[in-house]
Each structure stands twice: as structure tokens, then as C-alpha cells.
Nanobody, 114 residues
């Protein structure tokens, strides 16, 4: 399974972005896709997960601002980010997991700044 993340960029505080994670390869083997982020000097942290056949869930710190959705026809998982704050600045990664694997995309940079 290969992943391609995109959609990052520079956005002002209060703005919105939609990140995309396109999967290719053995799509049928994916049990779920997670979004993670890593800020400078910090460890990578989980943002949210969407499982096969289930709905997406995000961590408490972004609940009410971020949501996760998918488009099965496009093999794509989205991270919708609203009301962005400076502390959301990070490289965002998607991760696909299944039996015996956990694969990462290359990351996309989100910068929230005025």
C-alpha cells in the first residue's frame, strides 16, 4: 500500500484546509487510515482515524474543528480542518494499517500564520 498526502499550505488563523491521502496498491488490505501530525521539536501525535466501514474519529484537542471522511471511489481519505490555530502548524502524515503492515505517506506541511 502506498500513500500520497497533499493539501497543505499557508493559511491564516481561523482559516480552513482540506488534506487528502490517496491510497494505491492493495487497497482491500487496509483496515484503517490515520492522520498524524508532527510539530517542530515535538513527537508525532495522532489526530484521528477512520476505519474500514466505520466513521472517522478525531482526538479531543481538535474535536469540533477537524473531521475525517473518505471517498471510496477515489481511494482517498480527507482531513477537514476548520478554525485553524497557530498550534495546528505541523507536518501532517497519513498512515494506512492492516494485517502485518503500517505504511506512511510522505507528509504535507500546514502552516497557520498571519
Amino acid at each position: 500500500v502506498q500513500l500520497q498526502a497533499s493539501g497543505g499550505g499557508l493559511v491564516q488563523p481561523g482559516g480552513s484546509l482540506r488534506l487528502s491521502c490517496v491510497a494505491s496498491g492493495s487497497i482491500f488490505s487496509i483496515n484503517g487510515v490515520g492522520w498524524y501530525r508532527q510539530s517542530p521539536g515535538k513527537q508525532r501525535e495522532l489526530v484521528g482515524v477512520i476505519t474500514r466501514g466505520g466513521s472517522g474519529n478525531v482526538v479531543e484537542s481538535v474535536k469540533g474543528r477537524f473531521t475525517i471522511s473518505r471517498d471510496n471511489a477515489r481511494n482517498t481519505v480527507y482531513l477537514h480542518m476548520n478554525s485553524l490555530k497557530a498550534e495546528d502548524t505541523a507536518v501532517y502524515y497519513c498512515n494506512a494499517y492492516g494485517l502485518g503492515f503500517s505504511n506512511w505517506g510522505q507528509g504535507t506541511l500546514v502552516t497557520v500564520s498571519s
